[in-house]
Structure formats: C-alpha cells, structure tokens
C-alpha cells in the first residue's frame, strides 16, 4: 500500500506541474500547444481494463511515455481515504464547480445504502486529478463520469484464454482457479458500472478506443493510444 507521505510528494509534483502549465497556457503560443494546456481542464486518459487482459501494464507504458503519473486503485483508494489528501486534491478547483459535481455524484450514488461517502469521495479525487491533467486513471469508472471533451478513454480487452494464461504465468494461479477469479472479477465490475452509471461496461460508446491486446502487442497499443490522444485533444483547441 503506498504510504501517506509518499502520496503526498506525488500531489506536490503534480501541482507544481500544473502551474507550469498555467503560466504557458497564459502566455500562448505555440509551446502552449505542444504541452496541450490549451484546453479548459485536463487532459487525462483513462484505462478501463479486463482482469488479465495486460492494461494495467499498457498504463504504466503510456503513463511513462507521455511523463504523467498513472493513478491506480491503492493509489487512489488512499486518496479518498485520508481527509487531508482529498483536500490537497480539491482546493485549487473553483468552489462552484466543486459544488455543482458534488451535486451530480451525489444523484448517481443515491442507490448506494451501503458505501455512498466512500463512493462520493472516490469519485471527487479522480475527478480533481483529472481536471488538474496529465494523469492516468486506472478503472473506477472515470470514462462514464468524467467529460470527454478533456481526456481520452481506453478499454482493454483480450480473449478469456490469453487472460487466462497471463495469470496462471504472472502469479503462478491454477488454470481453474484463474478462470474462477477472472469470471467473477468480470461481474463485479460490469455490476459495478451498471449499478453507478447504469451503462454496459462493454459498450464501445463509452470509450474513445477498444483495444485488443489478444490481437496487437503492448507496444503497438501503446503508440496507437498516444498518437490518438494527442489528435483528439490538439483538434479540440
């Protein structure tokens, strides 16, 4: 689990950043352009994966490549744990629009009588990192909540048996055992997003791309990933 302290260094390297994309963003130009701090908030991709589908790897790749930070769940999961995080999070966005989102997760987890704080708060902290930009959100629903104007949405994906067999490889899993775990991961999060935003985790109207790592390699997926997001995000200017 990553430590408290460690998180906050994170955060004081990644508002530093922010203001230096303010300050360009201010004077113009074309070095504006090039860091893609032209848009209004953002940018931001991010990754919803199959368990065992390698996106999480895919993530990390891109994350390095472009120089963001990559949020996973431990990540993220303290963030919305621990008070002063959140806020270190949430104090440079503008009360209005802080209001007016609490608002809008506060409908979607209404349903929820068992974790709606938690869920709230989780939803605050990916929306706050992603409206400061460059970062790369791993799962919690970030593509059905977050405006698509601003980042990017992947969804990986790869057949059952290549998922298969990289667990039984990468954690020395038993076939059967894999194939449990893997099938059940697969309902949690579909109920997940069906429960929250009550979309179909699979519908290719919820991402920018699909990609099947059953088909192309990580590097390949990498590059096509980074090539689309920089033409969306630069045509939104």
Same mark, same amino acid.
């Given at each position: 689990?990553?430590? #408290? *302290?460690?998180?906050?260094?994170?955060?004081?390297?990644?508002?530093?950043?922010?203001?230096?994309?303010? %300050?360009?963003?201010? =004077?113009?130009?074309?070095?504006?352009?090039?860091?893609?701090?032209?848009?209004?908030?953002?940018?931001?991709?991010?990754?919803?994966?199959?368990?065992?589908?390698?996106?999480?790897?895919?993530?990390?790749?891109?994350?390095?490549? /472009?120089?963001?930070? &990559?949020?996973?769940?431990?990540?993220?999961?303290?963030?919305?744990?621990?008070?002063?995080?959140? =806020?270190?999070?949430?104090?440079?966005?503008?009360?209005?629009?802080?209001?007016? @989102?609490?608002?809008?997760?506060?409908?979607?987890?209404?349903?929820?009588?068992?974790? +709606?704080?938690?869920?709230?708060?989780?939803?605050?902290? &990916?929306?706050?990192?992603?409206?400061?930009?460059?970062?790369?959100?791993?799962?919690?629903?970030?593509?059905?909540? /977050?405006?698509?104007?601003?980042? @990017?949405?992947?969804?990986?994906?790869? +057949?059952? =048996?290549?998922?298969?067999?990289?667990?039984?490889?990468?954690?020395?899993?038993?076939?059967?055992?894999?194939?449990? =775990?893997?099938?059940?991961?697969?309902?949690?999060? %579909?109920?997940?997003?069906? %429960?929250? @935003?009550? *979309?179909?985790?699979?519908? #290719?109207?919820?991402?920018?791309?699909?990609?099947?790592?059953?088909?192309?390699?990580?590097?390949?997926?990498?590059?096509?990933?980074?090539?689309?997001?920089?033409?969306? /995000?630069?045509?939104?200017?």
């Amino acid at each position: 689990m990553a430590r #408290p *302290r460690q998180i906050e260094q994170l955060l004081e390297r990644q508002a530093r950043s922010w203001e230096v994309r303010r %300050k360009l963003a201010g =004077e113009g130009g074309e070095a504006a352009r090039r860091a893609l701090v032209h848009l209004q908030e953002g940018p931001w991709v991010s990754v919803s994966r199959q368990w065992g589908s390698g996106g999480r790897q895919m993530a990390v790749e891109l994350g390095s490549r /472009l120089g963001w930070q &990559v949020y996973d769940r431990e990540i993220l999961t303290e963030m919305a744990q621990q008070a002063d995080l959140r =806020e270190a999070i949430l104090s440079r966005i503008e009360r209005r629009s802080l209001d007016t @989102f609490g608002e809008y997760i506060a409908h979607l987890v209404a349903g929820d009588p068992v974790r +709606p704080a938690y869920a709230q708060e989780m939803m605050q902290v &990916v929306w706050g990192l992603a409206r400061q930009g460059q970062a790369v959100i791993l799962g919690r629903g970030a593509n059905w909540f /977050l405006e698509p104007a601003f980042g @990017f949405r992947v969804r990986v994906v790869a +057949p059952l =048996e290549r998922r298969l067999a990289r667990l039984v490889e990468r954690d020395g899993m038993e076939e059967e055992a894999a194939r449990t =775990e893997t099938l059940d991961n697969d309902a949690q999060r %579909k109920d997940f997003v069906r %429960k929250f @935003f009550d *979309r179909d985790i699979d519908d #290719p109207l919820g991402y920018d791309v699909v990609v099947n790592l059953g088909d192309i390699d990580e590097q390949t997926a990498v590059n096509m990933v980074h090539s689309a997001l920089r033409a969306k /995000l630069q045509a939104a200017d």
